[in-house]
């Protein structure tokens, strides 16, 4: 049976209760009649062979571009660049695509006798990633082969000797990259597309980047012009990172990028019932979500946590293209495009979403209240070309227990973001202006960001401004669900039952206004006309 | 006030309840401690220790080095009938490469074994070698340089009527590939008239690799990576075993232990492709290089090739011809 | 007349002692202090005069009386029975000359300077302190012609705050409450007295980074008083001062007496952390911190606050401590490794900043006008509720107040305000 496409749902009198996620769990909550569910398509077949497919795209490439066989030669300098541990969401299970196309340039590297390779995870602000979580990107052998010998680097945005300063843009914007990357012969990205954010000239120009390079496009102003961020003609991080992408290849770093897409099959079979539309559940769906849902509700937060982040995604390759950077990019769109799009009419005064425990920055960890504003807020709400899916002044309803959780090892700058910045402003471009230098260059987040496993300072600024378009666009923020006092703090209203959500939304949109629900995960792209 | 600490109380005893002082004019001998090469390992191999070992091989070390390292044995029945005792010479590669010979060899040759052992890392200090000669029935030799003692040990043992194991490479291959092969196995061989029996252990590397050295950087900046996992991981290994060989009447040590050093590498090269493949490329002289590439490091650890057990997808495992 | 009186009983100690281990304040149902009839004392010499308390608070110094938990240090230090109360403000039963010579009506608001010196003490010469106005640091509080007590509320001779019988008070306790100021205002010049001593005497550089812990009265007043004597020049001016507060009134009202920072004390150290921009060992939620404040007040007195308190001080910073300690137990590793000083600050004399030495009291009278800190008395209670208002004053925090206040004016009206 061949995959359904995504569609927009018409609640009435005997539509089933609708799956809402919320953190470590979910539940069913009956919409009012009226309401629309935007549903996901179905996940695309995935490639039969995916080995060979890759194969091919090395060997045929996209673009103006060399088969990568044709660009290696003995006594080069071949530096191979991949995305970290924020994709793909959930993990995906062994062999993660990473591991397939990297085993496939090594082979055709060890074949052309190139000794000088370096691996480079292209974290930008990110976390360094565990060995472990390594180990499931690259594969064992890959990482026995690189790690012992310091060859298998994580990027170092904050090393001054580890960055190579590029110039500036036609717009005044630094370019500044990983030093290794920018002055090798040969600079192979390796890239998971998980939504149309991703790939093109962003992998290296925001990948390999520093702070200073960063600031351009992670701001306020940019984000606010980004509308949305999922489709980058109208997007101004977009535009950013192209004018920076083509200054760097300017500047003669041949770059060969090979952008993957995979489709959304994204729970494996037990959970099944979380990407299927309720009408459809079978007697083992129903019976598993009740089990599952009563179970989660009472077990402790950090056992469900370990539970849920285990999850191994089921999702497979749907396309790999290699080549030039553009080109690349155009087709990944294309399968993007083809397994997420969802065409919507028009717009609606609530937009409500469940939001799930996971989001990029949280993988094998706590989602704080930072993260779920950013998931809900940035993500999720910007899951649209065109128009966003509520209306200017509209509400956003989203669901997730908020607790005042923090992971002191991953996050240590969020936790005083949380309690000393929050406090006192909850605008972007204000704390943009008093506090981002401080926290941006602090000593100890630096060295925590250097040698830890802590995102770097700056990073929960850049949370907050993934929301700075929602924040700007909605007329109020409820969360349901939530811990009240860290909500207020965020600067939203709390809620504990969708009535009462609903109730406090009718004083902003009207008594009666209209709804669309995001059934999200799995993935989608609303195009709202 | 805390209440007065009995130890301390102990602590404070003085001579004759507590130990004396040494007068400072009194010359005090240094304590005498006999281990290395001097240790005097003759206790490990009379009955009550013999019998206790015997039973711990079989009972304890057995289990446990089939659950964490499932071993495919072959050739043993090059074996079948041959003489004691005889020396066998191993490629070694992991920790996990003595108990594993010791206790997939037949049990003729098992309870009557010696293993040779590197003086300066199991014999260092008294514990380690109470217990390496205990379960493993070692014997210290000197593997930086020759050692008369050493050597004159051995072979009376040997002549004894115990069975040798000996690791020509002298220690642990420090990346999957073999490291050249010293004259000790051939030596012996040759003083003492035993046939020597080329053994090779595949995949022992992956149970318990040899961790790198402290010295070598971890991915990333300067900070040291969490190792994952410190302990032995489970994996599947073979043990090949092939013919016995003797030295020729008037070859020398040097020219025997070539000879030993290849059918150790033609063994190997059988179990990673197939015995007809490795017997034409032996024939030809084509084997390949048991030392692997002249390469970086990366790729002499590519050429190493997958985990036993790794999968790739959908890529299917060679297909096997012969055994 | 009544009187709240503090008698000397070993097992009533003890049984005080160990109800206070449920909470502080929670001693006053078995300590030794009951309420009985009294007169007022009687008038130990010339210059002596009868002040009949109109408001009188409850200290911290108090409350640890109460529950037997203050240091026996003190022992030779009072007088048994005494009546305490030592924050007082009262009206004056007859003419008197105020502690700077200016004549004070009968009838007229007074608040008492508690330190009974040298020369409250008829005693003459006077010792080296008293000499130069350190009356704080007088070294004959147990000597002279009245009974030991280091301050008046803890000498069997002069009565106390504590009482509708009143107290007696020398000449150069007396200093007059402006109009201006409410009744509330005038039992707070005391604690904010303390706080501006301390403060003075800090050795406060200009741009340090001032850590306070604790956001009670004294907290909030040592906060208030930084501010204050900043504006008036009489202090160099820090660049942030960040409050450890436990509770989020406390923090409110911080924030209005100009706290740069006010914050969950378990956020302090974090606060600290990057106001210093320091790095941080032995992990990722708030380790040692390498750097730190330049001067941190500790407003509490107990084993953590000192240990919170040395958590956040720079190498060679300074620990002011103003909350009353009793025998604790502190690593002082810290201290020692880090050539911290540890310094007491005890009441208060005469402050030499400004163009000339004053008496601490004039310039608290002159801060709580400016500050309003009258604000700061949540709750008053007659003195036949003696055992609610210890209680209440205990759990002041988190009961959502500051100042506990008696006023024994309400014992003749019956009922609280």
Redesign the interface.
Same mark, same amino acid.
């Given at each position: 049976m061949s995959p359904r496409p995504g569609f927009v749902l018409e609640v009435d009198g005997s539509t089933p209760p609708t799956l809402f996620w919320k953190g470590e769990g979910f539940t069913l909550e009956r919409l009012p009649e009226g309401s629309r569910v935007v549903y996901a398509p179905e996940p695309l077949d995935p490639l039969k062979d995916p080995l060979g497919a890759i194969r091919h795209a090395l060997a045929h490439p996209v673009g103006d571009s060399e088969p990568l066989r044709a660009l290696l030669r003995p006594g080069m300098r071949l530096t191979i660049c991949f995305d970290d541990v924020s994709l793909p969401l959930p993990p995906m299970q062994a062999p993660d695509v990473r591991q397939m196309v990297i085993e496939e340039v090594l082979d055709a590297a060890a074949a052309a006798g190139v000794d000088d390779v370096v691996l480079v995870a292209a974290l930008a602000l990110h976390r360094r990633m565990t060995e472990a979580e390594l180990r499931h990107a690259l594969g064992d052998r890959v990482y026995e082969a690189f790690a012992p010998h310091g060859l298998l680097t994580q990027h170092d945005a904050e090393d001054p000797d580890n960055l190579l300063d590029l110039g500036r843009t036609a717009e005044g914007e630094e370019v500044e990259i990983n030093k290794r990357a920018a002055t090798s012969d040969l600079l192979i990205y390796v890239n998971i597309s998980l939504v149309a954010m991703d790939g093109g000239h962003k992998s290296v120009a925001t990948g390999l980047a520093s702070y200073r390079s960063l600031r351009h496009h992670h701001n306020p102003t940019t984000m606010r012009h980004s509308r949305s961020f999922m489709h980058a003609p109208s997007s101004e991080l977009h535009s950013s990172n192209w004018r920076m992408g083509r200054h760097i290849a300017k500047s003669g770093v041949k770059v060969f990028q090979i952008e993957t897409t995979l489709n959304t099959d994204t729970f494996p079979s037990q959970f099944g019932f979380l990407q299927k539309r309720e009408w459809e559940w079978n007697l083992k769906d129903r019976a598993t979500y009740a089990a599952t849902a009563a179970a989660l509700d009472a077990t402790p937060g950090r056992l469900s946590r370990q539970i849920f982040h285990s999850i191994r995604a089921p999702h497979a390759l749907t396309s790999v293209q290699a080549g030039e950077v553009e080109a690349v990019h155009e087709l990944a769109l294309e399968s993007i495009w083809r397994q997420q799009g969802v065409p919507v009419e028009g717009q609606a005064d609530i937009l409500t979403m469940g939001l799930p425990y996971i989001c990029p920055y949280n993988v094998n960890s706590i989602m704080n209240p930072i993260l779920v504003a950013c998931l809900g807020l940035g993500y999720f709400f910007n899951l649209y070309r065109g128009k966003p899916l509520v209306r200017e002044g509209g509400v956003l309803i989203m669901q997730h227990p908020t607790k005042g959780d923090f992971d002191p090892a991953y996050h240590p700058s969020y936790i005083d973001f949380y309690e000393q910045v929050l406090t006192e402003t909850t605008d972007p471009t204000e704390m943009h202006k008093l506090h981002e230098e401080s926290f941006a260059t602090d000593p100890w987040y630096i060295h925590l960001y250097r040698t830890g496993h802590a995102y770097h300072g700056v990073h929960p600024f850049y949370m907050w401004y993934w929301c700075a378009h929602a924040l700007e666009h909605l007329g109020r923020v409820i969360v349901l669900g939530g811990d009240p006092k860290v909500v207020r703090r965020m600067g939203f209203s709390p809620a504990s039952t969708l009535a009462d959500a609903l109730e406090i939304a009718s004083d902003v949109v009207g008594p009666s206004a209209t709804l669309t629900h995001l059934h999200t995960p799995p993935i989608l792209l609303a195009d709202v006309q | 006030m805390s209440a007065p600490n009995p130890l301390r109380a102990l602590g404070r005893l003085r001579f004759p309840l507590g130990a004396p002082d040494w007068p400072a004019g009194v010359e005090r001998p240094p304590p005498e401690r006999k281990i290395g090469l001097d240790y005097d390992h003759e206790w490990s191999r009379r009955y009550p220790a013999r019998l206790v070992r015997a039973a711990m091989l079989d009972t304890l070390t057995r289990p446990l080095a089939r659950a964490v390292a499932p071993a495919t044995v072959r050739g043993d029945e090059y074996l079948r009938h041959l003489e004691a005792p005889v020396i066998f010479a191993a490629n070694h590669a992991s920790h996990i490469d003595t108990p594993l010979l010791l206790t997939t060899l037949p049990v003729e040759f098992r309870h009557r074994t010696i293993v040779a052992a590197a003086s300066d890392y199991f014999f260092d200090r008294t514990w380690k070698s109470v217990l390496w000669s205990f379960s493993l029935a070692a014997i210290p030799i000197e593997r930086s340089k020759v050692n008369r003692k050493s050597a004159d040990t051995a072979a009376e043992l040997v002549e004894d009527g115990w069975n040798l194991v000996i690791f020509p490479e002298g220690g642990r291959s420090p990346d999957g590939w073999a490291q050249p092969f010293r004259g000790g196995a051939a030596y012996l061989a040759r003083r003492t008239g035993r046939p020597v029996v080329p053994v090779y252990l595949h995949g022992t590397r992956h149970v318990l690799p040899k961790r @790198?050295d402290k010295g070598? &950087? !971890? %991915? $990333? #900046?300067? #900070?040291t990576?969490? &190792?994952?996992r410190r302990g032995p991981r489970r994996s599947p290994v073979t043990v090949a075993f092939g013919r016995p060989l003797v030295p020729d009447e008037g070859e020398d040590a040097r020219r025997f232990s070539a000879r030993v050093e290849r059918a150790v590498a033609v063994l190997g090269d059988e179990v990673r492709t197939d015995w007809w493949t490795a017997r034409r490329l032996a024939a030809s002289g084509e084997s390949p290089s048991p030392h692997g590439p002249e @390469?970086? %490091? =990366? &790729?002499r !650890? =590519? @050429?190493l090739g997958?985990?036993p057990d790794?999968? &790739? $997808?959908?890529?299917p495992a060679w297909p096997r011809q012969g055994r | 007349m009544k009187a709240l009186l503090f008698e000397r009983s070993m097992p009533r100690f003890a049984a005080s002692r160990l109800a206070s281990t449920l909470g502080s304040g929670r001693g006053a149902r078995v300590a030794p202090l009951r309420l009985v009839d009294a007169d007022a004392p009687r008038l130990p010499g010339a210059s002596w005069h009868r002040v009949t308390p109109v408001l009188s608070g409850i200290c911290g110094s108090d409350l640890a009386t109460i529950d037997g938990r203050s240091s026996r240090y003190f022992e030779p230090l009072v007088s048994f029975p005494f009546v305490p109360g030592h924050e007082v403000t009262g009206t004056l039963d007859d003419d008197a000359t105020g502690a700077d010579g200016a004549p004070l009506p009968a009838g007229s608001r007074v608040v008492i300077q508690p330190v009974l010196g040298c020369r409250a003490r008829g005693i003459e010469p006077p010792c080296p302190a008293c000499a130069v106005g350190r009356t704080g640091d007088c070294e004959h509080t147990a000597f002279g012609h009245l009974a030991p007590g280091i301050q008046t509320g803890f000498c069997a001779d002069t009565g106390g705050g504590w009482s509708t019988a009143g107290l007696v008070a020398h000449e150069t306790q007396l200093f007059a409450v402006p109009d201006s100021l409410s009744d509330a205002d005038a039992v707070t010049v005391e604690p904010v007295a303390c706080a501006l001593h301390a403060v003075l005497g800090a050795g406060i550089e200009a741009d340090d980074l001032v850590a306070v812990v604790g956001a009670g009265t004294l907290g909030l007043a040592t906060v208030a008083a930084l501010g204050h004597l900043a504006a008036r020049g009489l202090l160099p001016v820090p660049r942030s001062v960040v409050v450890g507060a436990r509770y989020a009134h406390q923090r409110a009202l911080a924030g209005d007496f100009g706290a740069t920072s006010a914050l969950p004390s378990d956020q302090l150290p974090r606060a600290v952390r990057r106001h210093s921009r320091s790095l941080a060992t032995g992990g990722t939620s708030s380790g040692r911190l390498t750097g730190g404040a330049d001067v941190v007040f500790d407003c509490v007195g107990s084993a953590e606050s000192i240990a919170s308190a040395l958590d956040v001080v720079r190498p060679r910073g300074a620990v002011v401590l103003i909350g009353m300690p009793g025998r604790l137990s502190v690593d002082l590793a810290p201290l020692w490794h880090r050539e911290v000083r540890l310094a007491g600050a005890y009441a208060y004399g005469t402050e030499t900043a400004g163009p000339s030495p004053r008496p601490t009291f004039a310039l608290a009278l002159e801060a709580v006008a400016a500050l309003g800190t009258g604000r700061l008395v949540s709750a008053t209670y007659p003195l036949e509720r003696f055992e609610e208002a210890v209680a209440h004053a205990g759990a002041a925090g988190r009961r959502g107040a500051v100042k506990i206040a008696f006023d024994p004016r309400l014992s003749t009206r019956g009922g609280r305000r």
């Open positions: - | @790198a070598s &950087r !971890a %991915p $990333g #900046g300067s #900070g990576e969490q &190792r994952a @390469a970086s %490091p =990366w &790729r !650890a =590519w @050429a997958p985990r790794e999968t &790739r $997808g959908d890529e | -």
